[in-house]
Structure formats: C-alpha cells, structure tokens
C-alpha cells in the first residue's frame, strides 16, 4: 500500500509538473494583434464587403501566414468593428494563432459575421477606448498592438488623443490604415492623432479596392517589428514597389 500511495503521489506530482509546462507555454507569445474596423456611415455595403475580403485575404496571404508562424513566440489575434459613441462590437475574440487550422478559423469567422453597425459616425476616441478594454484581457504577450483602419476623421465625442490621456495604453502601440476616398484630411489625421507609441506607422490604401494591398503590407511589418527604415526587399515587393 505504501508503494502504491508512492506511485499515485509520483504520479500526480508529474501531472501537475506537465500542467505546469503548459501554462508557461501558453505565455509564449510575441505579439498581441487588435484589428479595429471602421463600419461608420461613411462606408457603404460594397465598401464593407471589400474591407473584410481585404482582411481575411492579407491574413492568407503566404508571407503574413509564414510571419505569424516562422516568429518566435505565437501571435493572439482579436477583431472589432467600430463607428458611433457606443456601436463598437466584437468580430473576433482573442483566439491564440498555434497552427494553421486556428488561423483558417479565424479567416473564417471574420468573413462570415454580419455588419454590426451601419448608420452612426465616426467616434474614433470611443472606438480606441474600447479597444483599450479588449487588450486588458489580451493575453500575456512580449508586445501589444491596435490596428485601427477607416476612411474619415473623428466627428463625434473625443478625440483620440484624449483617449490615450484617460485610458490605459501604456505599452500598447496604435498603428492606422488610411483609406483615401471619404475624407481628404484621412491620412493628416491618422498620422497627428491616431498613431501612438514607439514605432508607430501610418499605411495608406488608394480606396477600399486597395484595402487588401495595404493591410497585408501593415500586417507583415506589424508581425516582424518593423519601422519604415528597416523595410526588407521582401516586405516592399508586397505592395507591388
């Protein structure tokens, strides 16, 4: 009896050691990536169509699939569509990209989910103090990221440099998508107010028809830690230069 009450101690104690181990792998992550979606009355329903095909394309894309895998360290990945004062609406929730079939999924998920929202402004302040919320319960990773993309300037509530005065971004890093066609200020705006943090960039699409283009180029310098001076060949054949 006593070998036995031996062995089932032992044995315990190795499942306890291996339950360890798996919590500190799930740690391993590199990169917490926030995509935040603009679906304010400035974007119709074609333009909504070839931003979410966009999305999910950059995020098939051979070389974004191969940064999100080849890195050290995993990547977890949320999406919300945001617009008016209180209309931002979880797309994706913060799903841990171990393999190809949990990227697969999540491609998938964001191209079968309804619009959330149609008919309400641009609350950019809002929508990043909401976004703010969604990277508190991010997991533990090494660096933490919100991808804010839109077509139009802040036209209701506060602004974005209020919210990075009042909300918690210490160590998150806000990169933009610019898409040209709404507002001629867009790409002023995202450069003064909506990048934030250390590195922060500012990608440009020519229209929602270019949306695919400038996310998978945004992605591919988010997942390698990239700035614009250290821009590889391969990262700038993305954009077709």
Same mark, same amino acid.
């Given at each position: 009896?006593?070998?036995?009450a031996a062995l089932?101690?032992?044995?315990?104690?190795?499942?306890?050691?291996?339950?360890?181990?798996?919590?500190?792998?799930?740690?391993?992550?590199?990169?917490?990536?926030?995509?935040?979606?603009?679906? $304010?009355?400035? &974007?119709? =329903?074609?333009?909504? %169509?070839?931003?979410?095909?966009? @999305?999910? /394309? !950059?995020?098939?894309?051979?070389?974004?699939?191969?940064?999100?895998?080849?890195?050290?360290?995993?990547?977890?990945?949320?999406?919300?569509?945001?617009?008016?004062?209180?209309? $931002?609406?979880? &797309?994706? =929730?913060?799903?841990? %990209?171990?393999?190809?079939?949990? @990227?697969? /999924? !999540?491609?998938?998920?964001?191209?079968?989910?309804?619009?959330?929202?149609?008919?309400?402004?641009?609350?950019?302040?809002?929508?990043?103090?909401?976004?703010?919320?969604?990277?508190?319960?991010?997991?533990?990773?090494?660096?933490?990221?919100?991808?804010?993309?839109?077509?139009?300037?802040?036209n209701d509530g506060?602004?974005?440099?209020?919210?990075?005065?009042?909300?918690?971004?210490?160590?998150?890093?806000?990169?933009?998508?610019?898409?040209?066609?709404?507002?001629?200020?867009?790409?002023?705006?995202?450069?003064?107010?909506?990048?934030?943090?250390?590195?922060?960039?500012?990608?440009?699409?020519?229209?929602?028809?270019?949306?695919?283009?400038?996310?998978?180029?945004?992605?591919?310098?988010?997942?390698?830690?990239?700035?614009?001076?250290?821009?590889?060949?391969?990262?700038?054949?993305?954009?077709?230069?």
């Amino acid at each position: 009896m006593v070998r036995g009450a031996a062995l089932r101690v032992a044995a315990l104690a190795a499942l306890g050691l291996m339950l360890w181990a798996g919590g500190a792998r799930a740690e391993d992550c590199r990169l917490a990536l926030l995509l935040a979606l603009d679906v $304010s009355s400035s &974007v119709d =329903d074609s333009e909504y %169509l070839l931003q979410k095909q966009g @999305l999910a /394309g !950059a995020l098939s894309d051979p070389d974004v699939r191969r940064s999100i895998f080849e890195g050290e360290g995993r990547v977890a990945l949320a999406v919300y569509e945001w617009s008016g004062r209180r209309q $931002s609406a979880v &797309v994706l =929730d913060w799903t841990l %990209l171990e393999d190809a079939a949990a @990227l697969d /999924g !999540a491609v998938a998920t964001v191209l079968s989910a309804p619009r959330s929202h149609n008919r309400f402004p641009t609350a950019m302040g809002y929508a990043l103090g909401y976004g703010s919320a969604l990277m508190e319960r991010a997991p533990g990773c090494a660096r933490k990221v919100i991808d804010v993309s839109g077509d139009g300037i802040t036209n209701d509530g506060f602004r974005p440099q209020q919210a990075y005065a009042h909300f918690p971004f210490q160590n998150v890093v806000v990169n933009g998508l610019a898409v040209l066609g709404s507002d001629p200020r867009v790409v002023e705006y995202f450069r003064g107010e909506v990048a934030h943090g250390p590195g922060a960039f500012v990608e440009v699409a020519e229209g929602y028809e270019d949306f695919r283009r400038a996310m998978t180029l945004k992605l591919f310098r988010e997942l390698n830690d990239m700035i614009v001076g250290q821009l590889l060949p391969a990262a700038r054949g993305l954009d077709g230069q």
